[in-house]
């Protein structure tokens, strides 16, 4: 059974940092890209970040770019998504997601599958 568990979520004020992490099982995670995407109250789901499989290389839309940093450790099933200088439209369920196998950077998350059950994230200004 596939599953991904996020967790590093909370209230934290602007300007402050968080870490969010995402077990996987189930699969061989090693060979997927892996995606952080975002919900915000009635706003549709975004794309934050991307990881390829080999760790290599990353890709972020402008809003986060500079401020959230991805990474993956293959030897703990999980990727990391470190947020630094989070302002109060960072607020969002945020969820991490399979990418493709021996994949790149996609941003589309139509490409993606098996997501998390999400972690909530508040930033108060």
């Known amino acids: 059974q596939v599953r991904l568990v996020e967790s590093g979520g909370g209230l934290v004020q602007a300007g402050d940092s968080l870490r969010l992490s995402c077990t996987a099982s189930g699969r061989t995670f090693s060979i997927y890209a892996m995606g952080w995407f975002r919900r915000a109250p009635g706003k549709e789901r975004e794309f934050v970040a991307v990881?390829?499989?080999?760790?290599?290389?990353?890709n972020y839309p402008d809003s986060v770019k500079g401020r959230f940093t991805i990474s993956r450790d293959n030897v703990k099933n999980t990727v990391y998504l470190q947020m630094d200088s989070l302002k109060p439209e960072d607020t969002a369920v945020y969820y991490c997601?399979?990418?493709?196998?021996?994949?790149?950077?996609?941003?589309?998350?139509?490409?993606?599958?098996?997501w998390g059950q999400g972690t909530q994230v508040t930033v108060s200004s």
């Open positions: 990881i390829d499989w080999s760790g290599r290389r990353t």
């Open positions: 997601a399979f990418g493709l196998q021996f994949g790149g950077i996609a941003t589309d998350s139509s490409l993606y599958t098996d």
